[in-house]
Nanobody, 127 residues
């Protein structure tokens, strides 16, 4: 079993920055990748960013590319999501998830590849 705990969500003004943290505990050797997903008030779940195999493979949603950066602490299983130039449309509940790596030919940002999920942390961006 893998337990995930998110933190770092807050309310910020548009243009501001936040760093989300995902702390993983338990049988993390059973997973290859950790990803961030978000769910807005429109109830749409969107894959935001993923990192696999010690940081060798990263993927970003088009909506956040160039603004968000995913990284992993090499000494621990903690994953960070640095979010810069936040926009009102980034407002959502952010979840981290752990799972297996998908084929290199397909997107990793699909919830079907993740079977461990955290409880989420709320990010609110006001304009």
């Amino acid at each position: 079993q893998v337990k995930l705990m998110e933190s770092g969500g807050d309310s910020v003004q548009a243009g501001g920055s936040l760093r989300l943290t995902c702390a993983a505990d338990g049988n993390t050797d059973s997973t290859d990748c950790i990803a961030w997903f978000r769910r807005s008030t429109r109830n749409e779940r969107e894959g935001v960013a993923s990192i696999c195999i010690g940081g060798g493979r990263k993927e970003y949603a088009a909506s956040v590319k160039g603004r968000f950066t995913i990284s992993q602490d090499s000494a621990t299983t903690t994953v960070y999501l640095q979010m810069n130039n936040l926009k009102s449309e980034d407002t959502a509940m952010y979840f981290c998830a752990a799972g297996r790596m998908a084929s290199i030919a397909v997107s990793q940002l699909n919830p079907r590849y993740f079977n461990h999920w955290g409880q989420g942390t709320q990010v609110t961006v006001s304009s």
